[in-house]
């Protein structure tokens, strides 16, 4: 019932909460009220190295384990059914996170490269995007990857943490950029970040995002419009 520098949660369908307990190098599974079920660090030959990053989606957890160079696929048990790391133009550089999407289709924020690799649901490489920079579609270590539908698009959207850039940004599957929302600012500043770290999307359907400000110890929360991204108040 302890942790060591968590960085991460995800949540299955049946809302047990899975948190990567960094320090420790284990995932550890918690009962929807806390409840502490069980905990695991990788196969004995193969533990993991500093994961940073987690994600579950359909039962599957998947997890950037940045020391060990690898994403990790889990089922909810904790066993390992399959792992991959760098292949082809997908090079890994300081992973921070994984997302899926509903195909199976795997995307890392590949943080010290700033540029998102996506990979297909075996571990190929299929492309990647994203240079250093502040401009539209260019990155400052990008730390959280979400992959959720944004309803007034009607498709399926990758949201990317862009830590030090302070902003949110949205595209497509294949990477092609859809706009960007927040900025750099203080923590008495609404709608700014200061050192965002994690990005996630409601489950509500609303495509409302939320962005993790490290240092400014907060939440902030926008709401998704026709036109594009406010701050929810």
Known sequence: ??????????????????????????????????????????????????????????????????????????????????SFGSQGACTF?????????????IYVANYENNNILKFNPTGTCLTTWGTQGSGNG??????????????????EAVYVADANNDRIQEFDTDGTFLTTFGSSGTPDQPGTFTELRRV?????????????????????RFHRTASGYDLAQ
């Open 93 to 105: 550089n300081g992973i921070r996170d994984v997302a899926r999407d509903a195909a199976g289709n």
């Open 138 to 155: 260019q990155f400052r270590t990008p730390y959280g990857v979400a992959v959720a539908v944004d309803p007034i698009l009607g498709i």
């Open 1 to 82: 019932n302890q942790f060591l520098t968590p960085r991460d949660i995800g949540i299955d369908s049946s809302g047990n909460v899975y948190v990567i307990d960094t320090s420790n190098k284990r995932v550890v599974k918690l009962d929807s009220n806390g409840n502490w079920l069980t905990s695991w660090g990788g196969p004995t030959a193969s533990p993991m190295s500093f994961p940073l990053g987690i994600t579950v989606t359909n039962d599957l957890v998947y997890v950037a384990d940045t020391g060990g160079k690898l994403v990790r696929v889990f089922d909810t048990n904790g066993n390992q059914l399959t």
């Open 200 to 220: 996630a999307v409601a489950t509500d359907g609303a495509g409302d995002v939320w962005g993790a400000d490290l240092w400014g110890f907060r939440l902030e």
